[in-house]
């Protein structure tokens, strides 16, 4: 395929919540365009985007896929994304890269979580937003009610376009109201004709507010407009492009990705409104501590950035990127600033799916795959050799859901963390954890399909069964009085024996202030060299676990006196002596379990804060306080015991039905209710 000039390039993601039809839109925009002779399905799994097992099993999107077509000399780089709160961060690489989002919206559920999350993440990276608002052929489909809702959330910058010919299973076309025209739908081929009769009171009404709203951006045609001139069709897009790529106005047009009304119409607006890549603000790069501005300019020099990377068993690794500036072309030779390696990009593809086919060259504005580049990674800058500058990558969504996870077969904790690695590449909201003091190997995600998907493909991809269990608390034990106690460590063997004696006093600390070992020892009855192998076998003992076997802290131990023998004393009997002697001591010292404290901050709509506080107090949470943040939303601090927000996530969707979100980090310990401990022990004995 010949490469296109960033004034003929349209990159466009669709975004929205899980079910709206995003999917099936990219079909169907591919089978209007040409790009594809047979529109596939994603009940059925037999569409071109949704490829994945994972993704056919679950009949929804899991990353992102691209799907560029060609309307006439424009090339559209359609970027298909994932609509379940899981795969967010798939939805934020895409926005990071593409120039205009369609938010896709059902006319039958309206807008729902996902949608308002995407238009916020596009509002906050000022990217033009257009509403196709899809399934008007379903039954409860209103066009009213969703353009309704969608001005009272997004306000009065939702302009629509067309209204809809025709209701649920009688919907058979549209009426344009920049060409002042009806399109209706025969067989799945457009006719153009006057508008129905039964919409003309209501198209002239809606048509003479779009115009309005669209002359006064530019002040000419404002003019004319003002003298009773009627603004042509093509001049009323000129204008309202304007609109959009200033963020200004929000185009809405309707259609039905199932049966065809409304698509084509759609490509040709994305061709013809959605603003070129170099129509769009300079990329802002790091230079060192400096910041620079980089032009969509064909003739710079060749600049492009990573924003997914795709693990294939098969292929290896392949890089989807952006060129931000200049050309590249087969073996182009960039540079990665973040590993100062060279990379050579030996073959550029186009990628529809998982078809790819080789492209001659890659002008700025473009999007290509680049497979086997060994040493780059997803938000990697390729900047030319000499020249370290490097763009700010989309940051990973925060992970919220953890598991422990263990190969099922032994042997494989090699291949386990081969594939882990892997998977990383492909997804950097995956974070990989080995605990040391539980044993664990735990993998963070995004919620629980997110980590229930990367299993899947640690399994199939690796050829690695993962079993997975509960993430073990790490609770700690302390003390809450002083006591003492005598270590003796006697042992006679042929030859030397083992002797050693230690009194010790213990002591409670404030919290974390960790440990403390003071020598008191006077006269010599434990020997000097000795002294600090009674610390040793203390440390040992506190790491081994008090009464409920999980590490002591916060504790002071003072040697105060002992025994020895001046042949059979060692510091091996010193050390067992004072970890004798730390057992006895502990059990006499008042010990209580220590739980961690999480500091958990959820932001929700201010309407769910009455549940979410309910819910926390359920928790054992202690309320910091709440405040207003942007939106509206409500941000509640608390402290909540940690073993009470291991599923958090799951049960925070649940509750504020998706739209409520919360960050967590370890605050500190605290001591556990003493009947919670005692059914914690009962449950282990059992």
């Not at 056919?56 to 999107?61: A, E, F, G, L, W």
């Not at 000129?238 to 409304?262: E, I, K, R, Y």
Request: net charge negative; glycine share 10%.
């Amino acid at each position: 395929m010949p490469s296109y000039p960033p004034s003929r390039i349209r990159n466009v993601a669709l975004v929205g919540h899980n079910g709206s039809g995003k999917t099936t839109l990219a079909e169907a925009l591919l089978f209007a365009t040409g790009a594809i002779t047979r529109q596939g399905r994603v009940d059925d799994g037999s569409t071109v985007l949704d490829f994945e097992p994972e993704e056919i099993k679950r009949h929804m999107s899991l990353s992102l896929a691209l799907a560029p077509c060609l309307l006439g000399d424009v090339k559209l780089n359609i970027v298909d994304t994932p609509g379940y709160a899981d795969f967010f961060g798939e939805v934020r690489a895409a926005a990071s890269v593409v120039d205009l989002a369609v938010v896709v919206v059902s006319a039958v559920e309206g807008i729902e979580a996902q949608t308002e999350a995407a238009w916020d993440l596009a509002a906050e990276l000022g990217l033009p937003r257009l509403v196709f608002i899809n399934k008007l052929d379903r039954e409860r489909a209103s066009f009213d009610r969703t353009l309704s809702a969608l001005r009272e959330r997004f306000g009065a910058g939702i302009a629509p376009l067309e209204l809809p010919v025709g209701e649920e299973s009688g919907f058979r076309g549209i009426a344009d109201l920049l060409t002042d025209t009806a399109i209706t739908y025969e067989n799945g081929k457009p006719q153009s004709g006057p508008i129905p009769d039964d919409l003309a009171a209501t198209e002239h009404e809606v048509r003479e507010q779009l115009v309005e709203g669209i002359v006064v951006g530019d002040d000419a045609l404002m003019e004319r407009y003002l003298d009773g001139e009627t603004p042509s069709g093509a001049e009323l897009e000129a204008t309202l492009a304007h609109g959009v790529a200033q963020g200004l106005v929000f185009p809405v047009v309707c259609g039905s990705a199932v049966t065809g009304v409304g698509i084509d119409r759609l490509a040709t607006l994305l061709a013809e409104i959605a603003p070129s890549p170099d129509s769009r603000p300079p990329v802002e790069v790091m230079a060192g501590d400096s910041v620079q501005e980089v032009a969509c300019d064909p003739g710079g020099q060749p600049l492009a950035q990573v924003f997914k990377t795709i693990s294939d068993p098969y292929v290896g690794k392949i890089s989807l990127l952006r060129v931000l500036s200049g050309t590249i072309k087969p073996d182009t030779v960039l540079t990665d600033p973040r590993t100062h390696s060279d990379q050579r990009l030996h073959i550029l593809q186009l990628l529809r799916g998982k078809e790819a086919q080789p492209v001659e060259a890659a002008q700025a504005g473009d999007i290509v795959a680049v497979p086997k580049l060994s040493d780059t990674a997803t938000g990697d800058t390729l900047a030319p050799k000499g020249t370290p500058v490097v763009v700010p990558a989309a940051p990973p969504e925060p992970v919220v859901l953890s598991v422990a996870i263990r190969p099922k077969s032994k042997g494989d904790e090699d291949k386990l963390m081969t594939g882990l690695h892997r998977l990383q590449e492909e997804d950097r909201a995956l974070v990989v954890e080995r605990v040391d003091e539980t044993h664990q190997t735990i993998l963070r995600g995004t919620g629980e399909t997110h980590l229930a998907v990367a299993a899947e493909r640690l399994a199939r991809k690796f050829g690695v069964e993962v079993a997975t269990e509960d993430v073990l608390v790490p609770f700690r034990e302390t003390i809450t009085q002083q006591a003492e106690a005598e270590g003796k460590y006697k042992k006679q063997t042929g030859g030397h024996g083992q002797f050693g004696v230690a009194s010790i006093r213990i002591e409670p600390l404030e919290r974390s202030e960790g440990f403390h070992f003071v020598d008191q020892v006077v006269g010599g009855a434990i020997p000097k060299q000795y002294i600090p192998a009674v610390e040793k076998g203390v440390l040992e003992a506190m790491r081994q676990g008090g009464v409920h076997g999980y590490p002591v802290v916060d504790v002071q131990v003072s040697c105060f006196d002992g025994k020895f023998h001046p042949v059979d004393s060692s510091e091996m009997s010193f050390k067992m002596a004072g970890s004798l002697a730390f057992k006895e001591a502990m059990a006499k010292a008042g010990p209580v379990l220590l739980e961690p404290i999480s500091l958990l901050e959820v932001t929700v709509p201010a309407t769910m804060q009455g549940d979410v506080l309910g819910d926390l107090n359920s928790r054992r949470g202690r309320v910091q306080g709440t405040d207003t943040v942007d939106g509206g939303l409500q941000r509640i601090t608390a402290q909540v015991p940690t073993a009470e927000i291991q599923r958090y996530a799951v049960d925070l969707r649940s509750l504020t039905g998706g739209r409520g979100r919360f960050s967590a980090r370890h605050d500190h310990y605290d001591a556990m209710p003493a009947n919670l401990v005692e059914r914690m022990v009962k449950a282990k004995a059992d």
